[in-house]
Nanobody, 126 residues
């Protein structure tokens, strides 16, 4: 079992920044790939970013490339999503997800992830 708890969401003006955190507990965090997804009202949950078990590979949705950065600290069992130059279109509930290892690779597909957090709301005002 893996438990994931997101934090760091909130209300920010367009052009601003937020850093989301996802704290993991349970089975070995360092074996798992981690991903961030988001879901806006009335829309499907979509991929945002992912990072491999060792942090060497990352993957991003095209519309966030150059603005968002995913990173992980295996000593703290935490994955981060630094979001800069935020736009109103980034407004959504952001979910952290874990793909169980060993040596799990990053993936942009929801079906590859085994555990999900409860989500944190990000609202970007224009």
């Amino acid at each position: 079992q893996v438990q994931l708890v997101e934090s760091g969401g909130g209300l920010v003006q367009a052009g601003g920044s937020l850093r989301l955190s996802c704290a993991a507990s349970g089975r070995s965090f360092s074996d798992n790939a981690m991903g961030w997804f988001r879901q806006a009202p009335g829309k499907e949950r979509e991929f945002v970013a992912a990072i491999s078990w060792n942090g060497r590979n990352t993957n991003y949705k095209d519309s966030v490339k150059g603005r968002f950065t995913i990173s992980r600290d295996n000593a703290k069992n935490t994955v981060y999503l630094q979001m800069n130059s935020l736009k109103p279109d980034d407004t959504a509930v952001y979910y952290c997800a874990a793909r169980i290892g060993p040596v799990a690779t990053d993936s942009d597909s929801r079906v590859h992830y085994d555990y999900w957090g409860q989500g944190t709301q990000v609202t970007v005002s224009s």
